[in-house]
């Protein structure tokens, strides 16, 4: 167990929805990331929140969105979804308060999102 | 951006047989960290090592940051074992982890 939890572990639903996916980092963990797994695509960075601000961009589509909450939890938002939005969505997390390596990051179980 | 090689691509074995994985990168790093992907889609934590040698238990791993290229070593492979392999990088510049492709392995009983 890696500390960092997901919800929901599954998730199905039509194209053109909207989903929300949850993410709480391991206690203490300030910086949040999220991951998109695909069978084309490999895994991929989407986005980094640090401390409540977002920290860097990666491919991620202006259809999708996050953020950081003041208890540190994420959420990551996906709208307009499309079929080729099905994947495996991994949140991690890292940099703790203190101690430990500083970069390790640490990923939750994730997200399977299938899109009909 | 970084580029990062994963060999070989498959590899399967016979239960209690060793194993090399190699995963080379294409820029500096000041992180590399080793993932097994289980069958049920987890990402677990084998390495954190941006250079130099560790083990644990039946695996181990050694990384020379200088020549780009780390390596991951199972030995008395298990069943468990089968997955994914995953090694990741991140460059000095930046945050983000840049995933190799992987390297599946199938242990054999």
């Known amino acids: 167990d890696s500390g960092v939890t997901q919800t929901p572990k599954h998730l199905i639903t039509a194209t053109g929805q909207r989903v929300t996916l949850r993410c709480s980092p391991r206690?203490?963990?300030?910086?949040v990331y999220w991951y998109q797994q695909s069978l084309d695509q490999g895994l991929q960075f989407l986005i980094q929140?640090?401390?409540?601000?977002?920290?860097a961009k990666g491919n991620i589509l202006e259809r999708f969105s996050a953020q950081q909450f003041p208890d540190l939890h994420s959420e990551l938002n996906l709208s307009s979804l499309e079929l080729g939005d099905s994947a495996l969505y991994f949140c991690?997390?890292?940099?703790?308060?203190?101690?430990?390596?500083?970069?390790?990051?640490?990923f939750g179980p994730g997200t399977r999102l299938t899109v009909l | 951006g970084i580029q990062v090689e994963q060999s070989p691509p498959d590899l399967i074995l016979q239960e209690g047989a060793n194993s090399t994985l190699r995963c080379n990168f294409s820029?500096?790093?000041?992180?590399l960290q080793w993932f097994h992907q289980n069958p049920w889609g987890q990402l677990i934590n084998l390495f954190y090592?941006?250079?130099g040698t560790k083990q644990n238990g039946r695996l181990s791993a050694t990384t020379v940051a200088t020549e780009r290229y780390s390596l991951l070593y199972i030995s008395s492979s298990q069943t468990t074992d089968s997955g994914v392999y995953f090694c990741?990088?991140?460059?000095?510049?930046?945050?983000?982890?840049?995933f190799g492709e992987g390297t599946q392995l199938t242990v054999n009983p």
């Open positions: 991690a997390s890292s940099v703790p308060l203190a101690g430990g390596p500083p970069d390790t990051q640490y």
């Open positions: 820029d500096s790093v000041n992180n």
């Open positions: 206690s203490g963990d300030l910086s």
């Open positions: 929140y640090y401390n409540g601000e977002e920290r």
């Open positions: 090592i941006p250079s």
């Open positions: 990741a990088v991140k460059e000095t510049s930046g945050s983000r982890l840049t």
